[in-house]
């Protein structure tokens, strides 16, 4: 059984790594450091949320608030956990742990990511802009996507 949660800041060190080689596995080099989840789970306004499969994690969604908005910075789950809801489970998750004044959602996703477009699409974001050149290896351009919520 997949089990959810929030990964907070004093985590075991272990989490952070897990979560980095998770990462770096599905993005490559742009993939976090452990360091960078572990500065992101202490910031009063990030949020880490993973999905465990026997302990190990098979999906990671990070992201952050910032007045009247929330942008999510990375989406990562296992090949081998693909297609059985858990990255539609993470968005889920994230949105309904957003602060009551929150509007939009943003996020960035590689032009070429069809599967992630499709995802977000169906998780109610919307295409809203392309950032020319915003990945590099290989360099590409990123869809800027947006989902309006209005909590408040």
């Known amino acids: 059984m997949t089990e ?3 990964i907070n800041a004093g985590e075991d060190n272990d989490v952070y790594e897990a979560l980095s080689v998770l990462d770096k596995a599905c ?3 742009d993939g976090w450091s452990a360091e960078s989840f572990r500065s992101e789970c202490a ?3 990030g949020i880490v949320l993973a999905a465990f499969e026997d302990g190990v994690p098979a999906g990671l969604l990070s992201g952050y608030t910032a007045v009247g908005e929330a942008d999510i ?6 090949p081998a956990y693909r297609r059985m809801g858990i990255a539609r489970r ?3 998750d994230f949105e309904a742990l957003l602060p009551e004044d929150t509007e939009n959602i943003y996020l960035e996703v590689r032009e070429s990511n069809e599967g992630a477009i499709a995802l977000y699409r169906n998780c109610g974001f919307e295409k809203l802009s392309v950032r020319r050149r915003f990945y590099s290896a290989p360099e590409e351009d990123a869809l800027v996507m947006t ?3 209005r909590k408040g």
């Open 27 to 29: 993005v490559g080099a």
């Open 147 to 149: 989902k309006t919520i």
């Open 43 to 45: 910031k009063e306004n």
């Open 73 to 78: 910075t990375s989406v990562a789950v296992a």
């Open 90 to 92: 993470l968005v889920a």
């Open 4 to 6: 959810y949660r929030r």
